[in-house]
């Protein structure tokens, strides 16, 4: 970190400008959400069925109620990984203040710790309406040292904006597949806005310091891509649910005994062909968009790399068309027009 003044006050990055205009209008608190709903039956529920537990003699035989139980605790814990995640981004995005050159990219950045911290004080909020706040995953926390340990900006950039940032939005997008609490729906789509604009100001920002890297410095970055790319999408362990199942009084290996192959918690998923087909069209919807947005960060390298193969016609023609702050399933309002 350079702990240096930024003294060149008058030279603006334009898309950064717009994001930051865009920040202004889309900006909310936590006390605008409705925190001391009552909590419905069959709220949470279905997310059994895309965590495959509902193929589990011991979980059928459970009562509604204890489902119900069960399937809160399972969120609980993926949403405290979440809580974890966002802290992470809120101590990142802090240090690249005092890292980044150019103040546009220094004010968007201490912008971005403001949204982060909302993010820690709303996942929290919502996560405690379910149950305990869950230890850190095991791989989860090694990537998130590493993320702020390291001392290359355009790595941090990278792990934050693109991939930490792009699992959460996802993540966001798979429970609200099956969850259907209004106030923890709600929460989502305010934070996800959010960070579909932080995805944005990586990829116009990170573009620049991949193309001034040198060529080591490059490899540096494409590797390190690699490695997230290889190791982000899929960190949940099986065992570590574990604790999930404590905090409602069952017993996980009977859980785990009775169940047969495939499921979220094993190699291989098994839910309803309809939740199956929406979870592969947006995991198709969502490839594309990353993949578009890594090659107008300057990294195609990374995709090609993880595929064995230069990229598609159609592929290119993605990152050139490419709105990185608009998902196809995130709405933001007047979004950034990008050149």
Known sequence: MSLALSL???????????????????RWTSS???????????DYGRILEWHGALRSRYVQALSHEKKEELARQFVAYDFSQTLHGEQCAMMVSAQLVSILDDIDARIYAANQARDE??????????????GPI????????????????????????????????A???LDF???????????????????????????????????RGVEAASE????????YGIWLDEGIWNIERAEEYRQAFDACDLDFSEFRASLPRPSRLHPTRAISRDSAQRIETLHLQFRRWFY????????????????????TDEERQDARKLNAAVLPWVKNDDPPAEP
């Open 32 to 42: 605008e959400i409705d925190w001391e709903r009552h909590l419905s039956d069959g």
């Open 134 to 165: 869950y230890p850190v995953w095991k791989p989860f926390d090694a990537f998130i040292t590493d993320l702020v340990n390291c001392t290359s900006w355009p790595r941090k950039m990278l792990g934050l904006q693109l991939f930490l940032e």
């Open 167 to 169: 699992r959460a939005l």
């Open 292 to 311: 578009a947005a890594l090659s107008r960060s300057g990294l195609t390298a990374v995709i090609e790399r993880r595929l064995g193969r230069p990229l």
């Open 8 to 26: 060149d006050y008058e030279t603006r990055v334009p898309t950064l400008q717009r994001l930051l205009t865009v920040s202004e209008k889309t």
């Open 173 to 207: 997008r798979q429970h609200l597949l099956f969850v259907q609490d209004p106030v923890f729906c709600e929460a989502v789509h305010r934070i996800e806005r959010d960070e579909s604009q932080h995805v944005a100001f990586g990829v116009q920002y990170l573009a």
């Open 117 to 130: 911290a909302r993010h820690v004080e709303s996942v929290h909020k919502a996560v405690r309406r379910l």
């Open 216 to 223: 080591e410095e490059r490899e540096e970055i494409i590797r």
